[in-house]
Protein backbone atom coordinates (compact mmCIF):
# COMPACT_ATOMS: atom_id res chain seq x y z
CA UNK A 1 0.00 0.00 0.00
CA UNK A 2 1.31 3.66 -0.96
CA UNK A 3 0.08 6.91 0.72
CA UNK A 4 0.74 9.94 -1.55
CA UNK A 5 -0.05 13.41 0.46
CA UNK A 6 -0.63 16.55 -1.51
CA UNK A 7 -0.06 19.21 0.82
CA UNK A 8 0.94 23.38 1.17
CA UNK A 9 1.79 25.38 3.81
CA UNK A 10 0.37 28.20 1.77
CA UNK A 11 -3.77 27.30 1.45
CA UNK A 12 -5.12 28.37 -2.31
CA UNK A 13 -2.41 27.00 -4.10
CA UNK A 14 -4.25 24.66 -5.87
CA UNK A 15 -3.75 20.97 -3.69
CA UNK A 16 -7.32 20.26 -4.48
CA UNK A 17 -6.63 21.07 -8.48
CA UNK A 18 -4.03 18.83 -8.49
CA UNK A 19 -4.91 16.00 -6.18
CA UNK A 20 -8.47 15.35 -8.04
CA UNK A 21 -5.69 15.65 -11.80
CA UNK A 22 -3.10 12.74 -10.58
CA UNK A 23 -6.43 10.71 -8.98
CA UNK A 24 -7.52 10.73 -12.49
CA UNK A 25 -4.15 10.35 -14.15
CA UNK A 26 -3.65 7.12 -11.64
CA UNK A 27 -7.23 5.71 -12.55
CA UNK A 28 -7.53 3.08 -9.71
CA UNK A 29 -6.47 5.12 -6.86
CA UNK A 30 -8.52 6.10 -3.95
CA UNK A 31 -8.64 9.92 -3.48
CA UNK A 32 -9.17 11.16 -0.12
CA UNK A 33 -10.54 14.72 0.86
CA UNK A 34 -8.32 15.34 4.51
CA UNK A 35 -9.21 18.87 3.85
CA UNK A 36 -12.04 18.58 6.45
CA UNK A 37 -12.79 22.01 7.37
CA UNK A 38 -13.50 22.96 3.85
CA UNK A 39 -13.75 19.53 2.10
CA UNK A 40 -14.07 20.21 -2.10
CA UNK A 41 -12.02 17.36 -3.65
CA UNK A 42 -15.63 15.45 -4.75
CA UNK A 43 -16.77 18.46 -6.42
CA UNK A 44 -14.26 18.59 -8.36
CA UNK A 45 -14.04 14.58 -8.96
CA UNK A 46 -17.86 14.55 -10.22
CA UNK A 47 -18.84 12.50 -7.06
CA UNK A 48 -21.88 12.63 -5.13
CA UNK A 49 -20.64 10.67 -1.43
CA UNK A 50 -23.15 9.38 1.00
CA UNK A 51 -22.19 9.47 4.47
CA UNK A 52 -20.74 6.38 5.77
CA UNK A 53 -20.26 6.60 9.25
CA UNK A 54 -20.23 9.28 11.79
CA UNK A 55 -16.69 10.86 13.60
CA UNK A 56 -17.47 11.32 17.41
CA UNK A 57 -15.30 11.96 20.64
CA UNK A 58 -16.21 10.61 24.10
CA UNK A 59 -17.49 13.03 26.36
CA UNK A 60 -18.44 12.75 29.72
CA UNK A 61 -22.57 12.44 31.32
CA UNK A 62 -22.87 13.15 34.06
CA UNK A 63 -25.18 11.08 36.79
CA UNK A 64 -27.67 13.52 38.85
CA UNK A 65 -28.04 11.21 42.01
CA UNK A 66 -24.31 10.21 41.95
CA UNK A 67 -21.88 13.33 41.30
CA UNK A 68 -21.40 14.34 44.76
CA UNK A 69 -20.47 17.91 42.74
CA UNK A 70 -16.87 17.63 44.65
CA UNK A 71 -15.51 19.19 41.57
CA UNK A 72 -12.44 17.28 41.18
CA UNK A 73 -13.25 16.70 37.61
CA UNK A 74 -13.02 20.07 36.89
CA UNK A 75 -10.01 20.65 38.46
CA UNK A 76 -8.17 18.00 36.70
CA UNK A 77 -9.56 18.84 33.16
CA UNK A 78 -6.58 20.30 31.44
CA UNK A 79 -8.71 22.21 28.54
CA UNK A 80 -10.96 23.65 30.99
CA UNK A 81 -13.97 22.39 29.32
CA UNK A 82 -15.61 21.85 32.79
CA UNK A 83 -16.95 24.35 35.42
CA UNK A 84 -18.82 23.33 38.54
CA UNK A 85 -19.99 25.69 41.17
CA UNK A 86 -21.76 25.05 44.34
CA UNK A 87 -25.16 22.44 44.14
CA UNK A 88 -25.10 22.38 40.14
CA UNK A 89 -24.04 19.38 37.96
CA UNK A 90 -20.66 20.00 36.24
CA UNK A 91 -21.27 21.64 33.29
CA UNK A 92 -19.40 20.86 30.14
CA UNK A 93 -17.85 23.38 27.33
CA UNK A 94 -17.93 20.45 24.35
CA UNK A 95 -15.93 23.18 22.07
CA UNK A 96 -12.96 22.54 24.51
CA UNK A 97 -13.34 19.21 25.83
CA UNK A 98 -10.58 16.85 24.26
CA UNK A 99 -12.18 13.46 24.95
CA UNK A 100 -8.93 12.70 26.88
CA UNK A 101 -11.31 10.44 29.66
CA UNK A 102 -8.85 12.21 32.54
CA UNK A 103 -12.70 13.31 34.65
CA UNK A 104 -14.19 10.02 33.78
CA UNK A 105 -10.97 8.41 35.38
CA UNK A 106 -10.32 10.54 38.57
CA UNK A 107 -14.09 10.93 39.58
CA UNK A 108 -14.23 9.39 42.86
CA UNK A 109 -18.19 8.84 42.97
CA UNK A 110 -18.28 6.77 39.97
CA UNK A 111 -20.62 9.50 38.68
CA UNK A 112 -19.05 10.17 35.37
CA UNK A 113 -19.60 7.71 32.31
CA UNK A 114 -18.72 8.75 28.51
CA UNK A 115 -21.51 9.25 25.81
CA UNK A 116 -20.12 10.03 22.03
CA UNK A 117 -20.42 13.18 20.63
CA UNK A 118 -20.67 13.77 17.06
CA UNK A 119 -17.90 16.14 15.32
CA UNK A 120 -18.08 14.94 11.61
CA UNK A 121 -18.70 12.34 9.24
CA UNK A 122 -17.57 10.27 6.42
CA UNK A 123 -18.56 9.93 3.02
CA UNK A 124 -17.96 7.88 0.46
CA UNK A 125 -18.52 7.30 -3.86
CA UNK A 126 -17.36 5.40 -6.38
CA UNK A 127 -16.99 6.40 -9.93
CA UNK A 128 -15.33 2.87 -11.84
CA UNK A 129 -12.54 2.12 -10.43
CA UNK A 130 -12.00 5.48 -8.52
CA UNK A 131 -13.35 5.44 -5.02
CA UNK A 132 -13.55 8.71 -3.06
CA UNK A 133 -13.50 9.28 1.02
CA UNK A 134 -14.58 12.79 2.03
CA UNK A 135 -14.10 13.91 5.66
CA UNK A 136 -16.09 16.86 7.31
CA UNK A 137 -16.02 18.40 10.19
CA UNK A 138 -19.22 19.85 11.80
CA UNK A 139 -19.30 23.62 11.60
CA UNK A 140 -18.49 24.80 14.92
CA UNK A 141 -16.57 21.90 16.37
CA UNK A 142 -12.73 22.99 16.83
CA UNK A 143 -10.77 19.99 16.53
CA UNK A 144 -10.43 18.34 12.87
CA UNK A 145 -7.83 15.73 13.70
CA UNK A 146 -9.77 12.76 14.48
CA UNK A 147 -11.59 13.06 11.66
CA UNK A 148 -8.45 13.56 9.79
CA UNK A 149 -7.16 10.39 11.24
CA UNK A 150 -10.43 8.64 10.29
CA UNK A 151 -11.05 9.24 6.81
CA UNK A 152 -7.47 8.23 6.34
CA UNK A 153 -7.63 4.76 8.40
CA UNK A 154 -11.03 4.03 6.19
CA UNK A 155 -9.08 4.70 2.96
CA UNK A 156 -6.30 2.05 4.22
CA UNK A 157 -8.54 -0.26 4.57
CA UNK A 158 -9.71 0.30 0.87
CA UNK A 159 -6.86 0.19 -1.72
CA UNK A 160 -3.20 -0.23 -2.50
CA UNK A 161 -2.90 3.54 -3.73
CA UNK A 162 -3.62 6.41 -1.47
CA UNK A 163 -4.04 9.90 -2.28
CA UNK A 164 -4.28 12.41 0.11
CA UNK A 165 -5.89 15.81 -0.59
CA UNK A 166 -4.27 17.65 2.62
CA UNK A 167 -5.57 20.56 5.03
CA UNK A 168 -3.07 24.33 4.29
CA UNK A 169 -0.85 24.67 7.13
CA UNK A 170 2.11 23.54 8.89
CA UNK A 171 0.24 23.06 12.15
CA UNK A 172 -1.78 19.57 13.70
CA UNK A 173 -4.07 19.50 11.36
CA UNK A 174 -1.45 18.77 8.51
CA UNK A 175 0.84 17.05 10.42
CA UNK A 176 -2.06 14.43 10.77
CA UNK A 177 -2.76 14.00 7.21
CA UNK A 178 1.07 14.08 5.86
CA UNK A 179 2.75 12.12 8.81
CA UNK A 180 1.75 8.28 7.83
CA UNK A 181 2.21 9.12 4.12
CA UNK A 182 4.85 7.16 2.01
CA UNK A 183 5.49 10.34 -0.10
CA UNK A 184 4.54 14.48 0.38
CA UNK A 185 3.97 16.68 -3.14
CA UNK A 186 4.19 19.78 -1.57
CA UNK A 187 2.33 22.46 -3.85
CA UNK A 188 3.30 26.31 -3.77
CA UNK A 189 2.93 29.15 -5.72
CA UNK A 190 5.37 31.59 -7.13
CA UNK A 191 4.68 34.63 -4.61
CA UNK A 192 6.81 35.36 -1.58
CA UNK A 193 3.82 33.89 0.25
CA UNK A 194 4.26 30.44 -1.22
CA UNK A 195 7.80 30.69 -0.90
CA UNK A 196 7.57 31.84 3.07
CA UNK A 197 4.99 29.15 3.54
CA UNK A 198 7.24 26.55 1.53
CA UNK A 199 9.68 26.80 3.73
CA UNK A 200 7.56 26.08 7.04
CA UNK A 201 6.18 23.01 5.31
CA UNK A 202 9.70 21.69 4.13
CA UNK A 203 10.32 21.54 7.65
CA UNK A 204 7.95 19.65 9.16
CA UNK A 205 8.30 17.48 6.05
CA UNK A 206 11.89 17.03 6.77
CA UNK A 207 10.84 16.72 10.56
CA UNK A 208 8.80 13.88 9.96
CA UNK A 209 11.38 12.37 7.66
CA UNK A 210 8.83 11.74 4.45
CA UNK A 211 10.10 12.04 0.78
CA UNK A 212 9.17 14.88 -1.19
CA UNK A 213 9.02 16.49 -4.17
CA UNK A 214 7.57 19.83 -5.15
CA UNK A 215 5.00 21.64 -7.97
CA UNK A 216 5.36 25.35 -8.38
CA UNK A 217 1.37 25.89 -9.71
CA UNK A 218 1.34 29.62 -11.14
CA UNK A 219 4.33 29.83 -11.65
CA UNK A 220 4.86 33.24 -13.46
CA UNK A 221 3.12 35.34 -11.24
CA UNK A 222 4.56 36.44 -8.31
CA UNK A 223 7.99 36.49 -9.47
CA UNK A 224 9.81 33.76 -6.76
CA UNK A 225 11.25 30.65 -7.29
CA UNK A 226 11.83 27.43 -4.76
CA UNK A 227 14.50 26.19 -6.32
CA UNK A 228 17.20 27.49 -3.57
CA UNK A 229 15.04 26.73 -1.06
CA UNK A 230 14.32 22.98 -2.46
CA UNK A 231 17.45 22.40 -3.02
CA UNK A 232 18.71 23.21 0.52
CA UNK A 233 16.18 20.36 1.68
CA UNK A 234 17.42 18.15 -0.54
CA UNK A 235 13.60 18.25 -2.46
CA UNK A 236 13.16 18.11 -6.18
CA UNK A 237 10.63 20.91 -8.28
CA UNK A 238 8.67 17.95 -9.99
CA UNK A 239 6.60 21.04 -12.33
CA UNK A 240 6.36 24.32 -12.82
CA UNK A 241 2.95 25.00 -13.89
CA UNK A 242 2.13 28.66 -15.44
CA UNK A 243 -0.92 30.62 -14.61
CA UNK A 244 -3.80 29.83 -17.34
CA UNK A 245 -6.72 31.89 -17.05
CA UNK A 246 -8.97 28.54 -18.64
CA UNK A 247 -7.72 26.13 -15.97
CA UNK A 248 -8.80 29.20 -13.35
CA UNK A 249 -12.62 29.15 -15.40
CA UNK A 250 -12.45 25.72 -15.38
CA UNK A 251 -11.66 25.37 -11.63
CA UNK A 252 -14.03 28.10 -11.08
CA UNK A 253 -16.95 25.84 -12.48
CA UNK A 254 -15.89 23.05 -9.51
CA UNK A 255 -14.61 20.62 -12.39
CA UNK A 256 -11.00 19.39 -12.25
CA UNK A 257 -9.24 20.44 -14.77
CA UNK A 258 -8.11 17.31 -15.73
CA UNK A 259 -11.60 17.21 -17.67
CA UNK A 260 -11.51 20.72 -18.99
CA UNK A 261 -8.66 21.30 -20.02
CA UNK A 262 -6.42 19.21 -22.41
CA UNK A 263 -2.87 21.26 -21.66
CA UNK A 264 -3.22 20.93 -17.87
CA UNK A 265 -4.06 17.16 -18.61
CA UNK A 266 -0.82 16.70 -20.54
CA UNK A 267 1.19 18.76 -17.46
CA UNK A 268 -0.61 16.51 -15.21
CA UNK A 269 0.17 13.27 -16.47
CA UNK A 270 3.48 14.41 -17.05
CA UNK A 271 3.48 15.39 -13.42
CA UNK A 272 2.18 11.70 -12.56
CA UNK A 273 4.75 10.02 -14.15
CA UNK A 274 7.47 11.95 -12.00
CA UNK A 275 5.99 11.18 -8.74
CA UNK A 276 5.65 7.58 -9.92
CA UNK A 277 9.20 7.56 -10.54
CA UNK A 278 9.95 9.69 -7.59
CA UNK A 279 8.06 7.64 -4.50
CA UNK A 280 8.73 4.34 -6.50
CA UNK A 281 5.75 3.26 -7.73
CA UNK B 1 -12.29 49.92 19.56
CA UNK B 2 -13.49 48.26 16.49
CA UNK B 3 -12.12 44.38 15.94
CA UNK B 4 -12.32 43.47 12.08
CA UNK B 5 -10.92 39.98 11.11
CA UNK B 6 -10.40 39.06 7.28
CA UNK B 7 -11.11 35.57 6.98
CA UNK B 8 -11.73 33.28 4.13
CA UNK B 9 -12.77 29.82 4.73
CA UNK B 10 -10.66 28.41 1.74
CA UNK B 11 -7.29 29.47 1.64
CA UNK B 12 -5.40 31.66 -1.12
CA UNK B 13 -8.60 33.95 -2.04
CA UNK B 14 -6.02 36.96 -1.51
CA UNK B 15 -6.75 37.38 2.77
CA UNK B 16 -3.21 38.93 3.12
CA UNK B 17 -3.00 41.21 -0.10
CA UNK B 18 -6.64 42.67 0.94
CA UNK B 19 -5.15 43.19 4.65
CA UNK B 20 -2.26 44.90 3.58
CA UNK B 21 -4.19 47.27 1.17
CA UNK B 22 -6.98 47.72 4.34
CA UNK B 23 -4.14 48.30 6.49
CA UNK B 24 -2.64 51.45 4.41
CA UNK B 25 -6.06 52.77 4.53
CA UNK B 26 -6.53 52.16 7.86
CA UNK B 27 -3.23 53.28 9.68
CA UNK B 28 -4.53 56.76 8.41
CA UNK B 29 -6.98 56.82 11.00
CA UNK B 30 -4.76 54.85 13.76
CA UNK B 31 -4.87 51.08 13.77
CA UNK B 32 -3.11 47.70 15.19
CA UNK B 33 -2.19 44.99 13.13
CA UNK B 34 -2.42 41.59 13.86
CA UNK B 35 -1.25 38.39 11.44
CA UNK B 36 -3.23 35.46 12.83
CA UNK B 37 -2.39 32.80 10.32
CA UNK B 38 -0.10 31.74 13.20
CA UNK B 39 1.05 28.52 10.99
CA UNK B 40 1.68 30.13 7.81
CA UNK B 41 2.03 33.93 8.51
CA UNK B 42 2.37 36.37 5.82
CA UNK B 43 1.42 39.60 6.56
CA UNK B 44 5.05 40.70 7.56
CA UNK B 45 6.28 40.22 3.98
CA UNK B 46 4.62 42.95 2.91
CA UNK B 47 4.49 45.23 5.80
CA UNK B 48 7.72 44.37 7.21
CA UNK B 49 8.84 45.06 11.09
CA UNK B 50 11.78 47.99 11.61
CA UNK B 51 11.96 46.72 15.11
CA UNK B 52 10.50 43.82 16.94
CA UNK B 53 10.20 42.54 20.35
CA UNK B 54 10.31 38.48 20.61
CA UNK B 55 8.25 36.51 23.19
CA UNK B 56 8.29 32.90 23.32
CA UNK B 57 5.14 31.00 22.95
CA UNK B 58 4.45 28.21 25.66
CA UNK B 59 1.91 25.68 24.57
CA UNK B 60 0.14 23.37 27.29
CA UNK B 61 2.48 22.09 29.39
CA UNK B 62 2.90 18.25 27.58
CA UNK B 63 4.21 14.74 29.30
CA UNK B 64 7.81 13.96 30.02
CA UNK B 65 8.81 10.22 31.25
CA UNK B 66 11.88 9.65 33.38
CA UNK B 67 13.25 6.77 32.43
CA UNK B 68 14.99 5.85 35.11
CA UNK B 69 11.44 5.52 37.22
CA UNK B 70 9.92 4.04 34.06
CA UNK B 71 9.18 0.41 34.66
CA UNK B 72 7.77 -0.12 30.97
CA UNK B 73 4.17 -1.47 32.59
CA UNK B 74 2.64 0.29 29.51
CA UNK B 75 -0.43 2.15 31.28
CA UNK B 76 0.49 5.51 30.05
CA UNK B 77 0.15 3.79 26.58
CA UNK B 78 -3.06 1.83 27.47
CA UNK B 79 -4.95 5.29 28.71
CA UNK B 80 -3.47 7.64 26.53
CA UNK B 81 -6.07 8.36 23.79
CA UNK B 82 -4.16 10.31 21.12
CA UNK B 83 -1.71 7.79 20.56
CA UNK B 84 1.15 10.22 22.10
CA UNK B 85 3.37 7.04 24.14
CA UNK B 86 5.13 4.70 22.32
CA UNK B 87 7.04 1.50 24.10
CA UNK B 88 10.25 1.68 22.88
CA UNK B 89 13.03 -0.77 24.57
CA UNK B 90 11.04 -1.26 27.66
CA UNK B 91 9.87 2.55 28.88
CA UNK B 92 7.64 4.52 27.64
CA UNK B 93 8.64 7.59 25.24
CA UNK B 94 5.66 10.50 24.84
CA UNK B 95 5.76 11.37 21.16
CA UNK B 96 5.51 15.26 21.46
CA UNK B 97 3.53 15.96 18.63
CA UNK B 98 0.68 13.73 19.79
CA UNK B 99 0.77 14.79 23.24
CA UNK B 100 -2.75 17.36 23.87
CA UNK B 101 -1.52 17.52 27.26
CA UNK B 102 -4.61 16.07 29.29
CA UNK B 103 -2.01 14.49 31.92
CA UNK B 104 -4.04 11.73 32.06
CA UNK B 105 -0.69 9.41 32.00
CA UNK B 106 1.03 11.20 35.22
CA UNK B 107 -2.28 9.73 37.01
CA UNK B 108 -2.13 6.15 36.01
CA UNK B 109 1.29 5.95 36.65
CA UNK B 110 2.21 3.23 39.21
CA UNK B 111 5.76 4.66 39.76
CA UNK B 112 5.48 8.51 39.26
CA UNK B 113 7.65 8.37 36.42
CA UNK B 114 5.65 11.38 34.09
CA UNK B 115 5.47 14.74 34.65
CA UNK B 116 4.08 17.25 33.22
CA UNK B 117 6.37 20.02 31.43
CA UNK B 118 6.14 23.28 29.79
CA UNK B 119 6.64 23.08 26.14
CA UNK B 120 7.67 25.57 23.58
CA UNK B 121 5.79 25.54 20.42
CA UNK B 122 6.60 29.39 18.63
CA UNK B 123 7.55 32.88 19.37
CA UNK B 124 5.01 35.68 18.97
CA UNK B 125 6.12 39.52 17.70
CA UNK B 126 5.71 42.92 19.19
CA UNK B 127 6.93 44.93 16.13
CA UNK B 128 6.73 48.47 15.16
CA UNK B 129 6.21 49.14 11.37
CA UNK B 130 5.21 52.02 8.58
CA UNK B 131 1.01 51.48 8.95
CA UNK B 132 1.42 51.24 13.33
CA UNK B 133 2.23 48.16 15.58
CA UNK B 134 2.38 44.86 14.31
CA UNK B 135 1.57 41.68 16.30
CA UNK B 136 2.76 38.50 14.42
CA UNK B 137 3.72 34.70 15.60
CA UNK B 138 5.15 31.91 14.59
CA UNK B 139 4.47 28.18 15.47
CA UNK B 140 6.90 25.69 15.39
CA UNK B 141 6.18 23.60 12.07
CA UNK B 142 3.99 21.12 12.94
CA UNK B 143 3.42 22.99 16.67
CA UNK B 144 0.52 22.23 19.00
CA UNK B 145 -1.95 24.54 20.35
CA UNK B 146 -2.19 27.14 17.23
CA UNK B 147 -5.82 28.44 18.60
CA UNK B 148 -4.20 29.57 21.96
CA UNK B 149 -1.76 31.56 19.96
CA UNK B 150 -3.96 32.96 17.92
CA UNK B 151 -5.72 33.76 21.03
CA UNK B 152 -2.51 35.41 22.45
CA UNK B 153 -1.64 37.86 19.94
CA UNK B 154 -5.32 38.85 19.59
CA UNK B 155 -5.45 39.93 22.78
CA UNK B 156 -2.06 41.59 22.98
CA UNK B 157 -3.06 43.53 19.41
CA UNK B 158 -6.77 44.81 21.36
CA UNK B 159 -5.01 45.80 24.45
CA UNK B 160 -2.39 47.79 22.60
CA UNK B 161 -5.13 49.50 20.80
CA UNK B 162 -6.48 50.37 23.79
CA UNK B 163 -4.10 51.74 25.53
CA UNK B 164 -2.34 54.07 22.82
CA UNK B 165 -6.01 55.02 21.57
CA UNK B 166 -6.29 53.28 18.16
CA UNK B 167 -10.25 53.37 16.85
CA UNK B 168 -9.47 50.07 15.20
CA UNK B 169 -7.36 46.55 15.15
CA UNK B 170 -7.19 44.81 11.85
CA UNK B 171 -6.82 40.88 12.02
CA UNK B 172 -4.88 38.68 9.62
CA UNK B 173 -7.26 35.37 10.12
CA UNK B 174 -6.18 31.96 9.47
CA UNK B 175 -8.15 29.84 6.60
CA UNK B 176 -10.36 26.99 7.72
CA UNK B 177 -13.05 26.52 10.34
CA UNK B 178 -11.63 25.04 13.02
CA UNK B 179 -9.84 26.15 16.64
CA UNK B 180 -7.67 28.89 14.92
CA UNK B 181 -10.36 30.47 12.94
CA UNK B 182 -12.97 30.32 15.69
CA UNK B 183 -10.20 31.74 18.27
CA UNK B 184 -9.77 34.51 15.58
CA UNK B 185 -13.30 35.32 15.21
CA UNK B 186 -14.46 35.58 18.46
CA UNK B 187 -15.37 38.91 20.02
CA UNK B 188 -14.98 40.51 16.54
CA UNK B 189 -16.90 43.18 15.56
CA UNK B 190 -17.12 42.15 11.38
CA UNK B 191 -15.88 39.39 9.68
CA UNK B 192 -14.70 40.48 6.47
CA UNK B 193 -14.82 36.94 4.42
CA UNK B 194 -12.83 37.33 1.37
CA UNK B 195 -13.84 34.97 -1.28
CA UNK B 196 -12.87 33.93 -5.08
CA UNK B 197 -15.56 33.59 -7.63
CA UNK B 198 -15.19 29.57 -7.79
CA UNK B 199 -17.41 26.77 -6.76
CA UNK B 200 -15.00 25.48 -3.83
CA UNK B 201 -14.81 29.39 -2.65
CA UNK B 202 -19.18 29.78 -2.35
CA UNK B 203 -19.03 26.25 -0.87
CA UNK B 204 -16.23 27.31 1.83
CA UNK B 205 -17.47 30.84 2.54
CA UNK B 206 -20.92 29.30 3.53
CA UNK B 207 -19.42 27.28 6.00
CA UNK B 208 -17.53 30.31 7.11
CA UNK B 209 -20.44 32.08 7.72
CA UNK B 210 -22.39 29.82 9.74
CA UNK B 211 -19.00 29.67 11.85
CA UNK B 212 -19.67 33.45 11.97
CA UNK B 213 -22.79 33.64 13.05
CA UNK B 214 -22.90 30.98 15.60
CA UNK B 215 -19.95 33.11 17.23
CA UNK B 216 -22.70 36.60 16.73
CA UNK B 217 -20.39 37.76 14.17
CA UNK B 218 -21.76 39.87 10.75
CA UNK B 219 -19.97 38.67 7.92
CA UNK B 220 -19.55 41.13 5.15
CA UNK B 221 -17.91 39.76 1.68
CA UNK B 222 -15.27 40.74 -0.26
CA UNK B 223 -15.24 39.65 -3.94
CA UNK B 224 -11.43 39.08 -4.85
CA UNK B 225 -10.18 38.57 -8.72
CA UNK B 226 -13.89 38.40 -9.58
CA UNK B 227 -13.42 38.48 -13.43
CA UNK B 228 -11.03 35.40 -13.12
CA UNK B 229 -14.00 33.13 -13.77
CA UNK B 230 -17.30 33.47 -15.33
CA UNK B 231 -18.88 32.67 -11.81
CA UNK B 232 -19.31 35.95 -10.10
CA UNK B 233 -22.96 36.56 -10.57
CA UNK B 234 -23.36 33.15 -8.33
CA UNK B 235 -21.24 34.37 -5.62
CA UNK B 236 -23.73 37.41 -5.84
CA UNK B 237 -26.64 35.22 -5.90
CA UNK B 238 -25.66 33.13 -3.08
CA UNK B 239 -25.02 36.52 -0.56
CA UNK B 240 -28.16 38.03 -1.72
CA UNK B 241 -30.10 34.84 -0.43
CA UNK B 242 -27.71 34.29 2.76
CA UNK B 243 -28.40 38.31 3.78
CA UNK B 244 -24.35 38.77 2.97
CA UNK B 245 -23.47 42.34 1.91
CA UNK B 246 -21.13 42.24 -0.53
CA UNK B 247 -18.54 45.64 0.12
CA UNK B 248 -16.98 45.93 -2.71
CA UNK B 249 -15.45 43.54 -6.13
CA UNK B 250 -11.57 43.83 -6.82
CA UNK B 251 -10.40 42.74 -10.47
CA UNK B 252 -8.07 39.90 -11.35
CA UNK B 253 -4.42 41.72 -12.09
CA UNK B 254 -0.81 40.71 -12.63
CA UNK B 255 0.09 43.61 -10.47
CA UNK B 256 -1.39 42.72 -7.54
CA UNK B 257 1.18 39.58 -7.21
CA UNK B 258 3.91 41.66 -9.16
CA UNK B 259 2.87 44.36 -5.88
CA UNK B 260 3.66 41.34 -3.87
CA UNK B 261 6.37 39.96 -5.50
CA UNK B 262 8.39 43.19 -4.67
CA UNK B 263 7.33 43.62 -1.27
CA UNK B 264 4.62 46.04 -1.80
CA UNK B 265 1.49 46.34 -0.83
CA UNK B 266 -1.26 45.89 -3.51
CA UNK B 267 -3.40 49.28 -2.98
CA UNK B 268 -2.87 50.84 -6.41
CA UNK B 269 -3.78 47.55 -8.61
CA UNK B 270 -6.60 47.25 -6.08
CA UNK B 271 -7.52 50.98 -6.32
CA UNK B 272 -10.52 52.11 -6.09
CA UNK B 273 -11.99 49.13 -5.09
CA UNK B 274 -10.37 49.25 -2.11
CA UNK B 275 -11.45 52.32 -0.83
CA UNK B 276 -15.02 51.40 -1.19
CA UNK B 277 -14.69 48.41 0.83
CA UNK B 278 -12.87 50.12 3.77
CA UNK B 279 -15.78 53.24 3.54
CA UNK B 280 -18.30 49.71 3.85
CA UNK B 281 -16.21 48.80 6.83
CA UNK B 282 -16.52 51.52 9.02
CA UNK B 283 -20.23 52.02 8.40
CA UNK B 284 -20.80 48.80 8.96
CA UNK B 285 -18.84 48.48 12.60
CA UNK B 286 -20.07 52.40 13.24
Redesign the interface.
Known sequence: MTVLAVAS?????GK?CIASSLALAAGQVVAVDADV??P?LG??LGMAPKEIYSVSL?MPVFDEKLCKRCGLCAK?C??NALVQFGDLLPRLNE?LC?????CS??CPHGAITEGSHVIGKVSRDQAGDLAFLEGR?D??????VPVIKSVIDTAKEEGDLIIVDS?????????EAT?QADYVLLVT?????GM??LK??L??VS??KRPAGVVVN?SD????DPEEICRSHDVPVLARIPFS?QV??V????ESPYRGSSLWREQMDRLWNSVKKEAGL | MKEIVIVSGKGGTGKTSVTAALASLASQEGVVLCDADVDAPDLWLLIPPKEQEEIPFMGMDGAEVNEEVCIGCGKCRDFCRFDAVAMVDGKARIRQGKCEGCAGCTMVCPVQAISMVPRRQGSWFKAETEKGKLVYARLYPGGENSGMLVTTVKKAAEETAKREGHPFVLVDGPPGIACPAIAALTGASLAVAVTEPTESGIHDLLRLHQIATKLDVPTAVVLNKWDVTSLAPRVREVCLETGIPILGEIPFSKEIPEAVASAEVPLEPMTPAIQKIWSGITELTK
Open positions: GKGGTSEENKLPERFGHGCGVMVLVGCPNPPPGTACSMVEEGTPFADLAEVDLRLGGSRAQYGLG
